[in-house]
């Protein structure tokens, strides 16, 4: 994606103000070019409001509505969303033509704990616009369309106005689920045509994992091992640890609070709540991946974040043989294959599908340009290393899935993929999603040793809330600084979390 930076003088109350201007296509999202309105804003964009509000982002836009290239006020926004974090509060709006939501277009306003605008986001497309809004083909009618193309599954449409072949159309924005992809398509609404080809928009890894401490290869220190098909010799007695499993229902099954196995074929049953198993046993996959979710889910809150996917997690360990797992937007649920070592044996995989999971709470759909795609994949290698290296005692963090990497890498140790590559924006850029994350993740990984795990880990949560679904690396990059200076670190601190970034060859201006 083509970005351009521009320092611009203080505009009207505000202290600083960095935009973030489109001067070319926006990979992954059939949208015009807008070659002067603001896609991101950073810095100190007003003075304190005091109490936010609707009515007072609202009142922000009305003033910016040059600048982001606004055509009707803020008519034709609907609030979609309004949350508070950590660092303050934040008004979502979709673009809508005539009561139908403009697809990918979406302005944001997030104030700090002062009221004071720091950072917009901006996808308003003043060209959508349709005859009509009245569809022709109706909802049954697309899903009949989409199942005798895919075949059965739980699906879910919506109408939208979408562009494409340089066209605005009305369409049904259709999701489809099965049991180890979710399709994605649009069918025009006037002619039923599917407009391009269905597009499978789950988060993938090449996968593969009482629990084990990370993995079977971080609990004995042996990169050695071996899956040997599931085989319980195959792992010594050692690498087995007995933990508490917080928030059961207690119904006999692993649900609680905030994981849940219920996806599973032949769940594990105990009415006594005790799941002992070892690794010959598909129990043992359902309570790593039980343990590991809410772990995951108790860190994040520890961290003083109470709403970031903050629900019960559902998930599968047996249902996909492939080597293969993956989150899943449309139903919200996990699935972990079972070709190679089976992926929940690893909680680096768990964690790192659970990681999309995370995303798409704080921001849904993330990930539609290849660059977010990328910083989703790299995010997911940093979530998995960042929880796991907590119990690790040090030994491989910067190596991800070292234990599921058994059955198919090469490398010595084996690795899925590492959070230390020298990898560098934007010549490392390959246009392969998990490969150009390691750029980000590498990032992270810096930043984390900089200024340490707990701060890292609380603003990198933080910024997500700050990027559009199609954000770029620049722009998370500034988004990241902005989050840093919103939650009160140091200027020594922020210093280095720019440094890393510019280092990465990130352009940073916040």
Request: with cysteine.
């Amino acid at each position: 994606m083509s970005r351009r930076l521009l320092t611009l003088a203080a505009v009207a109350g505000s202290c600083s103000l960095v935009a973030v201007l489109a001067a070319g296509p926006v990979q992954g999202r059939s949208q015009p070019t807008r070659p002067t309105a603001a896609r991101a804003l950073f810095g100190h964009l007003s003075l304190p409001f005091g109490r936010t509000s609707e009515s007072v982002a609202r009142r922000y836009l009305a003033s910016r509505v040059g600048l982001l290239g606004l055509r009707h006020g803020t008519r034709d926004l609907a609030l979609s969303r309004e949350f508070r974090s950590p660092m303050g509060s934040h008004y979502l709006f979709h673009q809508r033509f005539r009561g139908v939501p403009v697809y990918g277009a979406e302005t944001a306003v997030h104030f700090n704990r002062s009221g004071q605008v720091v950072a917009v986001t901006n996808d308003y497309v003043p060209t959508a616009r349709i005859d009509s809004v009245r569809p022709a083909v109706a909802r049954a009618s697309a899903l009949r369309r989409l199942r005798a193309r895919l075949g059965s599954g739980r699906a879910h449409a919506g109408l939208v106005v979408y562009r494409f072949g340089g066209v605005w159309h009305l369409a049904w924005h259709v999701t489809l689920a099965r049991t180890s992809h979710t399709w994605e398509t649009f069918i025009e609404a006037r002619s039923g045509a599917i407009l391009g080809s269905p597009k499978d928009i789950n988060r993938y890894v090449n996968g593969t994992g009482r629990v084990f401490r990370d993995n079977a290869v971080v609990a004995t220190g042996n990169a050695g091992l071996r899956d040997q098909n599931d085989a319980a010799s195959a792992v010594p007695n050692t690498a087995y640890s007995t933990v508490t499993l917080q928030g059961l229902a207690g119904n006999g099954f692993l649900d609680g609070t905030f994981a849940s196995s219920a996806r599973t074929k032949k769940r594990a049953k105990n009415a006594g709540n005790s799941f002992v198993f070892d690794r010959s046993n598909d129990g043992f996959s359902e309570t790593m991946g039980y343990y590991y979710i809410d772990y995951a889910q108790r860190y994040i809150q520890s961290l003083g974040f109470t709403n970031v996917d903050n629900r019960q997690q559902a998930f599968t360990v047996n249902r996909s043989k492939q080597d293969n797992s993956f989150y899943s937007p449309s139903t919200k649920d996990i699935t972990y294959g079972t070709g190679g070592v089976d992926d929940a044996e690893d909680a680096e995989v768990i964690l790192h599908e659970y990681g999309h999971s995370i995303q798409d709470d704080q921001r849904p759909g993330f990930g539609s340009g290849l660059e977010a795609g990328a910083m989703g994949e790299g995010f997911g290698d940093y979530w998995a290393g960042t929880v796991t290296a907590q119990l690790s005692g040090g030994f491989q963090d910067e190596c991800i899935a070292d234990w599921d990497a058994t059955s198919y890498s090469p490398d010595n140790p084996p690795c899925l993929r590492r959070l230390d590559t020298a990898k560098h924006y934007p010549e490392s850029v390959v246009g392969e999603v998990h490969q150009d994350g390691e750029i980000w993740s590498g990032a992270l990984w810096q930043i984390r040793g900089a200024i340490g795990p707990t701060k890292a880990d609380k603003v990198i949560l933080q910024h997500h809330f700050l990027l559009p679904a199609n954000a770029s690396f620049n722009t998370a990059a500034n988004a990241l600084v902005t989050a840093a200076v919103n939650l009160g670190y140091t200027n020594a601190e922020v210093d280095s979390i720019r440094s890393i970034l510019q280092a990465r060859g990130f352009i940073v201006t916040a």
